[in-house]
């Protein structure tokens, strides 16, 4: 059961324009919210509206983008230098995001982000009103659209949470924290990725939205909002036909060539402090310098995305992820043998695959993270039921993924333990580890995801004679 037209909106779009020097390319957007719903933006009935990647500066431009966008059924938001850097690297970036992620050092309280990030928020309304039929399923995405319900006449809003929503004391800490919630509160469905976050939601309605009622978010009440958790996920089979593919096989046997006779640990993620990467990297030293046998036969294999590099907390991140690389290798490597491999780039689907499937531990460090689906994509991606997950206990697939070891990211020595408890793991115990991961990425996809969201919409909408389809 879907609905008949679906709009979804989201400050990214599935793909990003860049410029090219002979004009614009078009390649896939980073970030779990482009992967996971990406794989579910099938349907010739749905559309997305969304910021295109790239500044233009003229209407000639702004066509090119767009007729290169129409076949995707992609409607693009154009934004100026100015929104742009006010809105997505001010207000969504440097306030926003470190702080739902327990960083309000990162913060920069400035009135002007809360100005840009009210005035692009009201410019995506003017597209959705200009677009989305009022019979469609309009479905808002994530922290940086967070006011566009405020700015639409649309009857029933779905919005979805991909960060985590933190503690109802440290939302408070934002100036602008009633508008937010007020804005949020317009939505009938408001869905988070799991049951702290949604909890945590309640709390600070409770305390800061205006219309804060206990009856708010029961169903049968005339305000009637349902407010539910549903952890996003991937698509799984996708991923395991991936890693079968020659091509992937090859690079997985290239891969294991090129580091024959080392174990490795693979990490995978967006430049962002919120990661852990630092600390996954202290860790790994503290493991080299406690566990001298593993020199020369173990390397951490990195895979790190550029991401949000205007963004002063970014800038300076990434220059310490350098500095603490080169010091590691610097400290440790020897002929032939470099203990920390780390690129900084974006590697296609086919390639991030054969990572995935030529790597013996695949270890996520997140200090904080709304849900984390690198993790499912290495448990998606072991075909022969082998490899160990070192997960976080900040991350909130690891309510899901409960047969991963579990670490605290900021406690070093235990992630040397994980570590080496990880590589020296008895086969059986890390078949029987892999097997009950496997169940549960397999056994929830991101398209068993996606019915459940339109179970619960259909259930709420169905006396509204809500277009249907069976
Ligand atoms: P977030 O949404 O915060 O970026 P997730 O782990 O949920 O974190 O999603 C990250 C997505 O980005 C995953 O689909 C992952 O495969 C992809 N990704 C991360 N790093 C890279 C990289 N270096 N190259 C290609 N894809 C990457
Ligand atoms: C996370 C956020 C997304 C965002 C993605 C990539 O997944 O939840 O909303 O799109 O990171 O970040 P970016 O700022 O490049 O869109």
């Given at each position: 059961m879907k609905p008949e037209n679906i709009y979804i909106v989201s400050n990214r779009l599935p793909v990003t324009i860049m410029r090219t020097e002979s004009g614009f390319t078009v390649t896939q957007s980073n970030g779990g919210l482009a992967t996971a719903l990406g794989s579910v933006f099938q349907q010739?009935?749905?559309?997305?509206?969304?910021?295109?990647?790239?500044?233009?500066?003229?209407?000639?431009?702004?066509?090119?983008?767009?007729?290169?966008?129409?076949?995707?059924?992609?409607?693009?938001?154009?934004l100026s230098q100015q929104e742009f850097d006010g809105y997505y690297n001010g207000f969504s970036n440097a306030i926003l995001w470190p702080l739902f992620h327990y960083h309000p050092g990162h913060c920069i309280f400035n009135?002007?982000?809360?100005?840009?990030?009210?005035n692009v928020n009201s410019k995506f309304g003017s597209v959705v009103s200009a677009h989305v039929p009022q019979d469609a399923f309009l479905w808002i995405h994530d922290y940086q659209l967070m006011?566009?319900?405020?700015?639409?006449?649309?009857?029933?809003?779905?919005?979805?949470?991909?960060?985590?929503?933190?503690?109802?004391?440290?939302?408070?800490?934002?100036?602008?924290?009633?508008?937010?919630?007020?804005?949020l509160l317009k939505c009938r469905h408001i869905v988070f990725q799991t049951e702290k976050d949604?909890?945590?939601?309640?709390?600070?309605?409770?305390?800061?939205?205006?219309?804060?009622?206990?009856?708010?978010?029961?169903?049968?009440?005339?305000?009637?909002?349902?407010?539910?958790?549903?952890?996003?996920?991937?698509?799984?089979?996708?991923?395991?036909?991936?890693?079968?593919?020659?091509?992937?096989?090859?690079?997985?046997?290239?891969?294991?060539?090129?580091?024959?006779?080392?174990?490795?640990?693979?990490?995978?993620?967006?430049?962002?402090?919120?990661?852990?990467?630092?600390?996954?990297?202290?860790?790994?030293?503290?493991?080299?310098?406690?566990?001298?046998?593993y020199r020369e036969k173990l390397v951490l294999l990195m895979l790190v995305v550029p991401s949000r590099s205007d963004v002063p907390s970014y800038e300076e991140h990434k220059r310490k992820v350098d500095e603490l690389v080169g010091n590691i290798n610097s400290e440790y490597a020897s002929l032939g043998w470099r203990p920390v491999h780390?690129?900084?780039?974006?590697?296609?689907?086919?390639?991030?695959?054969?990572?995935?499937?030529?790597?013996?531990?695949?270890?996520?460090?997140?200090?904080?993270d709304g849900l984390n689906l690198v993790s499912k994509e290495y448990v998606a991606c072991r075909t022969n039921n082998n490899g160990v997950l070192i997960l976080s206990e900040m991350a909130g697939a690891a309510e899901?993924?409960?047969?991963?070891?579990?670490?605290?990211?900021?406690?070093?020595?235990?992630?040397?333990v994980a570590m080496v408890y990880a590589?020296?793991?008895?086969?059986?115990?890390?078949?029987?580890?892999?097997?009950?991961?496997?169940?549960?990425?397999?056994?929830?996809?991101?398209?068993d995801w996606l019915d459940t969201i339109f179970q619960e919409v259909f259930c709420m909408y169905d006396e509204l004679k809500y277009s249907f389809e069976q």
């Open positions: 010739q009935n749905s559309y997305w509206i969304g910021w295109p990647g790239i500044i233009v500066d003229n209407e000639e431009e702004e066509q090119l983008v767009k007729e290169l966008l129409e076949p995707l059924r992609c409607i693009p938001v154009f009135e002007e982000y809360w100005l840009a990030y009210r006011l566009l319900p405020f700015y639409i006449k649309h009857s029933n809003l779905s919005y979805f949470h991909h960060i985590h929503f933190p503690s109802q004391e440290v939302f408070g800490i934002i100036p602008w924290r009633s508008d937010l919630l007020d804005a949604r909890v945590n939601f309640k709390d600070a309605c409770l305390k800061y939205a205006s219309k804060a009622h206990p009856d708010l978010f029961n169903t049968h009440s005339p305000l009637g909002i349902k407010v539910s958790a549903h952890p996003i996920s991937i698509d799984a089979f996708d991923f395991s036909q991936t890693v079968q593919k020659e091509v992937v096989q090859k690079m997985t046997q290239e891969i294991h060539q090129i580091f024959a006779n080392q174990r490795i640990i693979l990490s995978v993620d967006r430049l962002d402090y919120s990661k852990g990467i630092l600390e996954r990297l202290e860790a790994f030293r503290l493991l080299l310098k406690d566990f001298p046998q780390y690129y900084y780039q974006q590697v296609n689907r086919d390639t991030l695959c054969a990572y995935y499937a030529a790597s013996d531990v695949c270890l996520v460090t997140s200090l904080r899901e993924l409960t047969y991963a070891l579990k670490i605290h990211p900021y406690d070093f020595k235990q992630m040397v590589l020296e793991m008895e086969k059986s115990e890390e078949n029987a580890r892999m097997t009950a991961l496997k169940k549960k990425v397999f056994g929830y996809t991101v398209f």
